[in-house]
Nanobody, 119 residues
Framework: QVQLVESGGGLVQAGGSLRLSCAAS????????MGWFRQAPGKEREFVAS????????YYSDSVKGRFTISRDRTGNHVYLQMNSLKPEDTAVYYC????????????WGQGTQVTVSS
């Protein structure tokens, strides 16, 4: 089981930027993909961005496309979410997730980090 730990959340004014980090540790695993999801109060968790480990293809929700960028380090043990031009509607708890080889969907989740964007 891989452990995922997010960091980098906080309070920022609208138009500002934050960079979220996700560190993977524990038993060595092979990821098919890693992604970021978010959940705002009273709403369902939603997809934000993902990256396929093989080839590095990236995917974004329409609401963040052009403002957020997902990336990873060379070791593959860290994935990042650079968030620019933040809006109050981006306020949510952001979760890092990993899909292991053989898994049909994301099967490892972090504990989440709060992002609050003030207007």
């Amino acid at each position: 089981q891989v452990q995922l730990v997010e960091s980098g959340g906080g309070l920022v004014q609208a138009g500002g930027s934050l960079r979220l980090s996700c560190a993977a540790s524990g038993r060595r695993f092979s990821a098919v993909a890693m992604g970021w999801f978010r959940q705002a109060p009273g709403k369902e968790r939603e997809f934000v961005a993902s990256m396929r480990w093989s080839g590095g293809s990236t995917y974004y929700s329409d609401s963040v496309k052009g403002r957020f960028t997902i990336s990873r380090d060379r070791t593959g043990n860290h994935v990042y979410l650079q968030m620019n031009s933040l809006k109050p509607e981006d306020t949510a708890v952001y979760y890092c997730a990993a899909q292991s080889v053989g898994a049909e969907n994301y099967n490892s989740w972090g504990q989440g980090t709060q992002v609050t964007v003030s207007s």
